[in-house]
């Protein structure tokens, strides 16, 4: 009775080792498969790139002083016209407030030219008057000989009295020209006046002092007795008075307010020019931006006075960031000017990516080291980026920049891993039916990183096995997708 159990147990364990034999060989084998659908191809590499700045702007001023406002801070954004510093303009101020008030002098001046000239015209016809009586009273003595006076003493009294008169219508002429000379001389010292006029009014002046010398010397000689007789000193009595009233006629008949009128306009001139200079330095002592941009540095924040010879600032032109990066010289061949790249801009949380295009591209290559050390020749890359609105990105940040030596879309694309080769020809397991496997010829492209091509043998919704080495792949084998 034991034997038959005994057997019957072997048997079963037999046939269920047979059943599960079976059922291995029949279970489908898990594999990673990949679907073919359109996908980016794309061979590229990586370079770090540092934003920097295309155009930048350096403002000096104008004025020099010392700084009493300081309206910006560097990495602020800045418009044309907005102030960014001013300078204490005080004395400028006080300045332009001595300019006007001598101004309104010049101007007062001016005004009572015409009534200063009415005085003198009328002061000049007066003196005319007197000479002319001087001159009638000469001529009625003359007729009379030195024996109508009752001894010489009077008659020397009388030539006295008349030559007094001449010496106080000499100094009176003398007077007059010498404010003329004075004026004249200020008009030919401002520009006004010609050298001609300044040495006419200069010889006026010598003769004028001449003839008072010269009357003065006659009035000595009269006192000692030892003058002229009296017929001779009538006559030289009336020459000098005829030839002072002569020059008193021409006086008047000269125009004498053109010139003091010129040369107080002139003054006025000068002084508004100087007045429109210092309003223009007052205007300058606010120093404001000439560029729409970012303050990039501020070089008057250290200190607390400016001058012409030193920038106060320094502003980058709003939309003139440029990256720059360093592409081996073994991979710039494969780059052009106008290329897109990809740009990313790493962050805590979550990275900007946007684009940017090249637009130069260094002739020459420079040494450059790694982070370990190593000397690597590359050369310059300039990039325009196109920076997405509100972006926190400034000069000197630092960008990954991906250069697409291949870029196409809508492509078929499989793993290296899954190309296979059997007496030269390329091939594949595709997935057929679902669940079986069958080799596929293919025809493969351009061999990207980890991924090749596929320019013919499969089309969109099939499944390739991504491990085509699996050794326990062949024709009809049963296959699953390992998720």
Do not use: C
């Not at 954004?77 to 006007?100: F, P």
């Not at 002092?209 to 009595?237: C, K, P």
């Not at 090249?358 to 020749?377: N, P, Q």
């Amino acid at each position: 009775m034991k034997k038959p159990i005994k057997y019957a147990i072997i048997g079963l364990i037999v046939l269920a080792s047979v059943i599960g034999g079976v059922y291995y060989m029949m279970m489908p084998i898990p594999l990673r498969m990949t679907e073919i659908s359109p996908q980016v191809a794309e061979l590229s590499f990586m370079e770090q790139g540092i934003v920097t700045a295309e155009n930048t702007v350096l403002v000096f001023p104008v004025a020099q002083g010392e700084i009493n406002g300081l309206y910006v801070r560097e990495g602020q954004s800045v418009r044309v016209g907005d102030q960014l510093l001013s300078v204490d303009y005080s004395a400028l101020r006080l300045q332009l407030d001595q300019i006007e008030s001598g101004i309104r002098v010049l101007q007062a001046q001016l005004a009572n030219v015409d009534v200063e000239d009415a005085n003198m015209r009328q002061n000049l016809q007066s003196a005319r008057s007197s000479l002319q009586g001087e001159l009638r009273a000469i001529n009625a003595q003359a007729v009379q000989s030195d024996r109508a006076f009752a001894n010489q003493t009077q008659a020397i009294e009388e030539q006295s009295r008349i030559q007094q008169v001449l010496i106080d219508q000499h100094q009176s002429e003398l007077s007059r020209i010498q404010e003329n000379f004075t004026r004249v001389q200020s008009l030919y010292q401002s520009g006004v006046a010609t050298r001609t006029e300044f040495d006419a009014a200069s010889a006026s002046l010598t003769a004028a002092e001449t003839q008072l010398e010269a009357a003065q010397g006659q009035m000595t000689l009269i006192a000692t007795g030892a003058g002229q007789s009296s017929a001779e000193h009538f006559e030289g009595i009336r020459a000098s008075i005829n030839a002072q009233i002569s020059g008193i006629n021409q006086q008047l008949e000269q125009d004498t307010t053109s010139a003091a009128k010129a040369q107080l306009e002139a003054l006025i001139e000068i002084e508004e020019i100087r007045m429109q200079q210092l309003q223009r330095e007052i205007e300058n002592t606010t120093i404001t931006a000439p560029a729409e941009g970012v303050i990039t540095t501020l070089q008057a924040q250290n200190t607390n006075f400016i001058s012409a010879a030193a920038p106060v600032a320094e502003i980058t032109v709003a939309g003139s960031l440029s990256v720059e990066a360093y592409v081996s010289t073994q991979d710039i061949g494969s780059i052009n000017i106008g290329d897109t790249v990809g740009l990313t801009l790493r962050q805590r949380v979550g990275d900007i990516n946007f684009t940017g295009r090249i637009t130069e591209i260094d002739s020459a290559a420079v040494v450059r080291f790694t982070a370990l050390g190593v000397e690597e020749r590359k050369v310059s890359v300039r990039i325009e980026p196109n920076i997405p609105p509100g972006t926190p990105m400034g000069i000197g940040y630092a960008l990954d920049v991906t250069f697409y030596i291949f870029r196409e879309e809508g492509r078929i694309i499989v793993p290296r891993t899954a190309i296979f080769r059997d007496e030269g020809v390329e091939m594949v397991w595709a997935v057929l039916d679902g669940n079986t496997v069958e080799a596929v010829i293919v025809e493969t492209g351009i061999e990207l990183r980890t991924d090749v091509i596929i320019e013919r043998g499969l089309g969109l919704g099939d499944l390739v096995v991504n491990d085509a080495n699996n050794p326990d792949l062949s024709d009809g084998v049963r296959v699953t997708n390992e998720r």
